[in-house]
């Protein structure tokens, strides 16, 4: 009923809709990845992490008011209130209207990536996988790839507009390694869409035809991750996705050590919060893609599809809810969110871990090892599925 009710409304409404579902999901999920952030740091480097703030009548509370406050979560209401309050300085040198346009820019294609990764799928009553999306393409893929490159020019507008060497310096840096990492991660992605589209199927290049693959639809894999198949993409791919979302060891462009803050060196506040916003968001989507691409989507295991789940379930409990479409799709979101969410402790795990590479060391991985090995695999992988599909 709720479904009839979205698809009769206006198109713009349904818009409307749609942008608000994106910032209603995101922006908690970033407040929460700040917060784990700090969690993890203090669990790897064994010492307390954000663990005292609390609101005075939950501390009342027995049990419950002392767990919440040990676990850091009353500290995202005050980071996200100190964000939100916090004076919003406007430094006088800077080029104000694109100082302000930068931020805003950084979200942009955060957001809108978003909406072409589908998160989930459902039975038809022919028992076919639906998937679940707010605005899935046909060139899903594709889509993602040219909204999420534009997100180098608010960190080269920030550095610009700021009129400070820091600042200026990281701008530059950013647009060197963003574009030179963006090469290898396309290249790494082709074998699997040269796979996925064989001969006799229908051209796509949509991330839910990739997960089908791994969903055991076609005859002789059995629902075998491309993860297995081709490691060395998925390797590429994530390595990439590292140095795309600007995280350690290729944190080069913020880099305190030698570039302040970089980019937002003269940003506080609210702006400040956007650009850790923005890098969160371009965290969880590559996350998603690289899952859907490489993990298995919503499928839980390998070679354990979420038909052959669902059915089990029906099996072994005989309750008809286990089948209806909508308990289908809170389990296939469930299963894929758990994945995103253990790729997010893995990108904060390495954060604390592995020191940083220079700058130079950086380049230089990606021009001349990442670059020369992405093009060596898709030359290997182009012969070796040319040959199985002929």
């Known amino acids: 009923m709720l479904s009839e009710f979205y698809l009769n409304l206006h198109p713009a409404l349904q818009g409307l809709l749609k942008g608000l579902a994106v910032i209603g999901v995101i922006f908690p999920i970033a407040g929460m990845c700040s917060m784990a952030e700090r969690k993890v740091a203090a669990w790897v480097q064994d010492r307390p992490g954000p663990n005292r703030a609390i609101v005075p009548w939950v501390a009342w509370i027995p049990f419950l008011g002392k767990f919440l406050q040990r676990i850091?979560?009353?500290?995202?209401?005050?980071?996200?209130?100190?964000?939100?309050?916090?004076?919003?300085?406007?430094?006088?040198?800077?080029?104000?209207?694109?100082f302000v346009l930068a931020p805003i820019l950084a979200m942009i294609p955060a957001l809108t990536t978003v909406t072409t990764v589908p998160f989930g799928?459902?039975?038809?009553?022919?028992?076919?996988?639906?998937?679940l999306g707010l605005g899935p393409l046909?060139?899903?893929?594709?889509?993602?790839?040219a909204v999420s490159s534009?997100?180098?020019?608010?960190?080269?507008?920030?550095?610009?507009?700021?009129?400070?060497?820091?600042p200026f310096l990281g701008s530059v840096r950013a647009s060197a390694q963003l574009?030179?990492?963006?090469?290898?991660?396309?290249?790494?992605?082709?074998p699997v869409f040269l796979w996925i589209n064989a001969p006799g199927r229908d051209g796509t290049l949509g991330l839910a035809r990739a997960v089908e693959f791994q969903s055991g639809t076609w005859p002789g894999w059995g629902g075998t991750w491309f993860g297995f198949i081709m490691p060395l993409s998925a390797f590429i791919f994530l390595v990439s996705l590292f140095a795309e979302t600007n995280r350690t060891p290729f944190d080069t462009i913020e880099s305190e050590s030698d570039l302040v803050g970089s980019f937002h060196t003269e940003y506080g506040a609210f702006k400040w919060g956007l650009f850790f916003v923005a890098e969160y968001s371009?965290?969880?989507?590559?996350?998603?893609?690289?899952?859907?691409?490489?993990?298995?989507?919503?499928?839980p295991l390998p070679w354990v599809p979420l038909a052959t789940v669902v059915d089990?379930?029906?099996?072994?409990?005989?309750?008809?809810?286990?089948?209806?479409?909508?308990?289908?799709?809170?389990?296939?979101?469930?299963?894929?969110?758990?994945?995103?969410?253990?790729?997010?402790?893995?990108?904060?795990?390495?954060?604390?871990?592995?020191?940083?590479?220079?700058?130079?060391?950086?380049?230089?991985?990606?021009?001349?090892?990442?670059?020369?090995?992405?093009?060596?695999?898709?030359?290997?992988?182009?012969?070796?599925?040319?040959?199985?599909?002929?």
């Open 179 to 190: 574009i030179s990492y963006e090469l290898s991660m396309t290249l790494s992605v082709i």
């Open 72 to 98: 850091g979560l009353f500290h995202v209401m005050a980071d996200g209130g100190k964000m939100l309050f916090k004076e919003d300085s406007l430094p006088g040198h800077v080029k104000k209207f694109y």
């Open 282 to 299: 371009h965290m969880i989507v590559g996350s998603g893609i690289f899952m859907l691409l490489f993990g298995g989507g919503w499928n």
């Open 138 to 145: 046909d060139m899903g893929i594709l889509a993602v790839f």
């Open 150 to 166: 534009l997100g180098v020019y608010s960190l080269i507008l920030a550095g610009w507009a700021s009129n400070s060497k820091y």
């Open 312 to 390: 089990l379930l029906h099996q072994l409990t005989g309750w008809a809810f286990t089948i209806h479409p909508l308990f289908v799709g809170v389990l296939s979101i469930a299963i894929f969110l758990g994945k995103i969410i253990a790729m997010l402790f893995f990108f904060m795990m390495v954060r604390w871990t592995v020191p940083r590479f220079r700058y130079d060391q950086v380049m230089r991985i990606g021009w001349r090892v990442l670059l020369p090995l992405s093009i060596a695999n898709l030359l290997f992988y182009a012969i070796a599925i040319a040959l199985i599909q002929k």
């Open 121 to 131: 799928a459902y039975l038809d009553k022919a028992g076919a996988i639906v998937p």
